[in-house]
């Protein structure tokens, strides 16, 4: 259809000339940033292209290389992510203490050491001392290095646009991983003389070794990760833009050997002692509790949606785009939109406008996927399916073997779901940017996820329990030719996230008393300011 051919040209050059104009209005207000902030954000992008890919590939790993079943991978899942939330509440008091490099290369030398034996080993009891251990000490140290290192890279006017550059960035490197989770799954995947994909996970040969597909995540991301060693060596500590210009501040002196490691360790026991005793910091711990559940629909998204997803659509799924590239495509653009329009709006009035959306979202999965059939054969069919996942040469190939119609209701829940992410989510990651003292920024970002852990006691298996109810395997461990009850998952899901916005409804007036909530608050934003929240 030409049609389809014109929007997809249009779509494609808007989308490049509104990024550049983004990046640019970013990039301009951090002109007198370090160099080292730059550096930063590329080790960014290459670690987080590999963590999105290797992240939805875990769960099919767990079970199809490790043979667990579906609620011991959402187990061991939830035992890593518990994990991960566990170093990243230590990690922020960590580079407050230590710095910002040599935290950095304290957690590229355990993500080498975890995804070398993951690509390797698939002992069930093995992957936890040898892999995912290490890969939640590696990992968790990034997020909270590179918001700290972000506030001592810019000016106080120029953090906001930091932080906004840093949410761009991340979603072009989860939408890069989303897409590298798809091709790698196509490219390995065992395919039958009519092309269809009839075992995903057949891998192949690298020097002698057989690899599965799912292994291979962990060979790329090692290869990854080895480029952000690189990246992190080229790293200066101790520098920070004041008002005078770039200064380099002569590191902290502590003793070398165990010595180091007591002094380090004492010094981070005492900053988050100090922070727990601040009446602030609960406050802005409970709107976080809040929160927890529609936040964790992102834990499903990442856990319960690869299994569900390949078993409800097929072999093959292209479930990383639906997902993986979709949403943080749509953010990148969304985020300033929303933004721009809603400057005069307060943070806690968006988070609730934004957590309804997302939560009401997951209902439109629940709707009986052949009320969407007759688009298959449409523009916006051939937009998808053709243009966007590649499933077809052109719409008669497309005709000839159609795609289930369950993709519909999943593509626009998504859609739906990303437009409240816009409105809610950047809202709340500045909010806990900006409540941290001076001084204690990492210990204040890197506690802020003690909520979301102590959830994932209870998200991870459920999320296993979920898949294994409503979408099981037959005795053979393949997928039955249908799952009637498979929208049970997103109601379960759904239900729990319409927590989030009546729990901000109800304490509005206790978080209305936070005076750092008010502050911001009280005056409109800047439009770059505003863009970056």
Known sequence: MRAATLVTYGLLATAIVAFVVIVWRYARGLRESPRDMWVLFAYKIVEYTAYAAMNMALVLWLSKDCGLGDIAAGAYVSGWSIALSIVGMIAGALVD????????????????????????????????????????????????????????????????????????????????????????????????AAAKIVDENAGTLIFGKHFSTYQLFFVFGLGFTLVSLLLVASLREGVELTPQGVVIRPPKQHASGWHAVKSAASDTGKTIGNVVREKYFWIFLGMLATTVPVRSIFFHFHYTFPKYGIRVLGQGAKIGSIYGVLNPVLIVFLVPLVASFTKKVSSYRMMIVGSIVSSLSCFIAVIPSSAFAPLTNSVLGELIFIRWLGMAKDMPTLLANPPTSDYWPLAFFILAFTVGEAIWSPRLMQFTAEIAPKGKEGTYISLSVLPFFAAKFVVGPLSGWLVKRYTPLDAAGKALASYPEHHMVWIWIGGMALVTPLGLLIFRKLFHHAPDANATDAAPKEPAEAEAA
């Open 97 to 192: 203490t230590i710095g910002v490099r040599k935290t950095l290369i304290i957690s590229v030398f355990f993500l080498v050491v975890s995804r070398f034996f993951m690509a390797f080993v698939t002992s069930k009891w093995l992957i936890i001392p040898l892999g995912l251990v290490p890969l939640a000490i590696g990992f968790a140290i990034v997020a909270p290095v590179i918001s700290v290192a972000i506030k001592r890279y810019t000016t106080k006017e120029g953090t906001a646009l930091g932080f906004g550059l840093f949410y761009v960035l991340m979603n072009v490197a989860y939408a890069i991983g989303g897409w590298f989770f798809d091709f790698v799954r196509d490219r390995y995947a065992l395919k039958n």
